[in-house]
């Protein structure tokens, strides 16, 4: 099943001489495993941000785009008054057992209640994961979303995506500076110019 | 603890003072502590007094204020949205807001009836301005990476206006709101003053020209108190409000 | 130059004249006081009038040192008296046919026929009200009050059509009924008053008091007497003395013309005076200072 499809899609931000990219086509398929790379600037956030229906191309079009998003920002983007059970309930209001089991997964159980802006970013970026997990989606776009921490943190977010990842069987797409860290080592790579 | 003690002790001295000061004048002039308290205590045991003065001034101030939030709100929010709502109320708004609150009541009692919908309207006029910024600067303030967010993931209206919007919207809002209803009863009290209007103003005027001054400290002190209580119940929702 | 200094110290000074401040709102009553002023009939006496703006201002005026003899609405003169302010009152001034109730409709005999219509006055508890109040209590099926801030507001409220009547003195009422051929003067609250309180007097609306320094001065009481006799028996001349305190009060003449002032000498006709007190007493206490004034208070 096709999740996302574009053709030739291009992306021109209004007052920017040049356009972010041009004739992109790129199909994404069901429980595909995707890497955007290249050289900053040259709209690897953009072309998630197509995927994720936050923009819209100015040439071309999109045929088809995916129903249920998770997504992790390069920002957690956390509703700092909240503490973390809410922010994970504002997303999915009945999945409270869900939400805890992963965050007793990440060793996070104890910040349950801690409001979302005494997090630090490591631990913010967490529940930013958690939170995009949480909705089963069809697709899961990360955005540098798990920069932050530290080598072992990280290896139990790949860890909790993967074992998700073999209930749910969603797409991965993911925008990754450190060849190091990578969810998946031989994901079809998406290189922009 | 001792914090109350010195305001206690304060406000001690303060009734001393004027006990003192009362005792060398004509009561008509500065009635002293005790003859303020009785003429407070007849004050609010005098059904007529709620009934007839009181509530409807009251009342006045909050549908002025229930008004002024009623058209200023989708001003604002219009405003928001299409900037160029907002530039062509701005003159009215300039205006609006320079005009001298004694001068827009006297005109609202020329126009109006001179009762009821001119002290309602008046206050009106006056606030509706502060809810149209404030709504505005509310919306602008609601953070866009939030909404974002709440856009992917498909969150409810409902749930992200009461998370997101309301929030940002309360930060703007609450200041304003807590202006405006201090205000909402001072402008009450002058277009009543001013239009004969029965109710607190007139009550004032009354008292005045009757050298009734133990009745006008009383209804002073009942002014001030219902302005505090306004201003204290505000305060406490906005502290509530913004609390992590 | 020293020699000079001690020159003009030598110089015998002439006796200062005593000056009586005088004072009064812009209404008819006033205008004697500035006939004195005018006049200034009383030797080695200077008069001057200052007008005042608030009872508040006239109270303090009272109370000031300086010798003051001023017109005052009766009922505030009886509550500064009740309130320990030293004022006697020296005449009291009935000014008949300057109060009209001005509206639509036929004239009225009193104020039933009225059949609830409502009637533009100013502040509840003013003199206007406790006049209207003791004729009839307002309610359906008399007159029903429109409080107003002023004389001014209701009579713009009657030609505006938002009121049927207005309760206006004069300059105001002929001024109204000028401006809007419609209208008519329906009632004289004179006559009213006659009929519904069965007193003899029209009510002496207005009080001319003094204080302390001037108890005992007939011949500043006689100034004044001759002064009102003098605009008594040509009452649109109070207009152009009006004016020279009041501008707006030039256009007064036509409406006061009409108006038939009387001078109630104190304490001589002091009962024509406490029984209007007493008429305001069973509606509304509390504009008199809550009791009759004593015998002292008329100068007996």
């Known amino acids: 099943m096709i999740l996302f499809a574009a053709e030739e899609a291009g992306l021109h931000y209004p007052g920017r001489s040049d356009p972010v990219f041009l004739d992109v086509s790129l199909t994404i398929h069901d429980g595909e495993s995707l890497r955007l790379t290249g050289p900053s600037g040259t709209g690897k956030t953009s072309l998630m941000r197509l995927i994720a229906g936050l923009e819209r191309p100015t040439t071309g079009r999109i045929a088809t785009l995916p129903r249920r998003i998770g997504m992790a920002f390069a920002e957690p983007r956390l509703l700092p008054h909240l503490c973390v059970m809410e922010n994970l309930m504002f997303v999915a209001p009945r999945a409270d057992r869900d939400a805890l089991a992963m965050l007793e997964a990440l060793d996070m159980a104890d910040l349950r209640n801690s409001a979302a802006g005494s997090l630090s970013t490591g631990q913010a970026q967490r529940v930013a994961l958690i939170r995009a997990l949480l909705v089963r989606p069809g697709i899961l776009l990360l955005d540098e979303a798990l920069g932050g921490l530290d080598l072992p943190a990280w290896c139990a977010a790949r860890d909790l995506i993967h074992s998700r990842r073999r209930e749910d069987g969603f797409a991965l797409v993911e925008i990754s500076h450190d060849p190091a860290r ?6 079809r790579t998406v290189s922009l110019a | 603890m001792m914090h109350r003690l010195a305001f206690l002790a304060g406000l001690a001295g303060l009734i001393a003072l ?17 003859a303020v308290a ?12 709620w009934a007839g003065t009181l509530l409807p001034s009251l009342g006045r101030a909050a549908a002025g204020l229930g008004l002024a939030f009623a058209l200023g709100a989708p001003l604002g929010l219009a405003g928001w949205r299409w900037p160029a709502i907002s530039a062509l109320l701005a003159p009215v708004r300039l205006i609006l807001m320079g005009i001298p609150a004694p001068i827009l009541a ?9 009762g009821d919908i001119t002290v309602v309207l008046t206050v009106a006029v006056l606030l509706l301005p502060v809810f149209q910024i404030a709504i505005a600067e509310g919306m602008a303030a609601v953070d866009p990476q939030l909404a974002e967010m709440a856009q992917v993931f498909r969150v409810a209206p409902l749930r992200r206006l009461h998370r997101i919007v309301l929030p940002a919207v309360w930060t703007a809002f609450g200041p304003a709101l807590r202006i405006a209803a201090a205000n909402a009863l001072r402008v009450t009290l002058l277009t ?9 103003g007139s009550a004032v005027q009354r008292a005045q020209s009757w050298l009734q001054t133990d009745q006008l400290f009383a209804l002073v002190i009942v002014i001030l108190a219902l302005i505090g209580l306004a201003e204290a119940a505000l305060t406490r929702l906005l502290r509530e409000r913004s609390r992590p | 130059m020293r020699a000079l200094l001690l020159f003009l110290a030598l110089i015998p000074l002439p006796a200062l004249a005593e000056e009586i401040l005088l004072s009064g709102p812009p209404i008819w009553e006033s205008a004697p006081l500035i006939e004195l002023v005018e006049t200034q009939p009383a030797e080695g006496v200077t008069f001057t009038f200052r007008p005042w703006a608030s009872p508040e201002k006239l109270r303090k005026m009272v109370m000031a040192d300086a010798p003051l003899l001023a017109v005052a609405p009766s009922p505030t003169a009886a509550v500064f008296d009740a309130n320990g302010i030293g004022l006697k009152v020296i005449s009291a001034t009935i000014t008949e046919a300057s109060i009209s109730i001005v509206g639509r409709g036929d004239e009225v005999a009193s104020l039933d026929e009225l059949q609830g219509a ?10 206007p009200d406790l006049m209207m109040r003791r004729i009839a209590a307002p309610g359906p099926e008399s007159w029903q009050p429109r409080y107003t801030g002023s004389l001014v507001t209701a009579m713009q ?19 109204a009924l000028t401006q809007d051929p419609t209208l008519v003067r329906r009632a004289d609250l004179c006559v009213l008053w006659r009929e519904a309180t069965t007193l003899a007097d029209c009510p002496p609306a207005a009080a001319v008091i003094v204080n302390a320094t001037l108890y005992d001065r007939p011949e500043i009481r006689e100034a004044y007497r001759t002064a009102f006799a003098a605009l008594a028996g040509d009452p649109g001349k109070a207009a152009g003395l009006l004016a020279r305190h009041f501008p707006d009060m030039g256009q007064a003449k036509e409406g006061f013309v009409r108006i038939r002032a009387l001078d109630l000498p104190m304490p001589e006709r002091a009962d024509a005076l406490a029984r209007f007190y007493g008429a305001i007493l069973d509606v509304e206490p509390a504009a008199i200072g809550g009791k009759l004034p004593d015998p002292d208070f008329y100068g007996k």
């Open chain 1, 182 to 187: 990578l969810l998946v080592p031989d994901a």
């Open chain 3, 157 to 175: 409220l009657l030609l505006a059509g938002k009121v049927d009547t207005a309760m206006l003195t004069e300059p105001m009422a002929t001024l």
């Open chain 2, 106 to 114: 006297i005109l609202c009692i020329l126009w109006f009836d001179g």
């Open chain 2, 192 to 200: 009543e003053l001013l239009s004969g209007a029965e109710g607190l």
């Open chain 2, 18 to 34: 004027w006990a003192l000061a009362a005792r060398e004048s004509l009561p008509a002039i500065l009635p002293g502590p005790l």
């Open chain 3, 118 to 127: 409502s009637l533009a006055l100013p502040f509840k508890g003013y003199l």
């Open chain 2, 38 to 49: 009785r003429a407070l205590g007849l004050l609010v045991t005098d059904r007529e007094f």
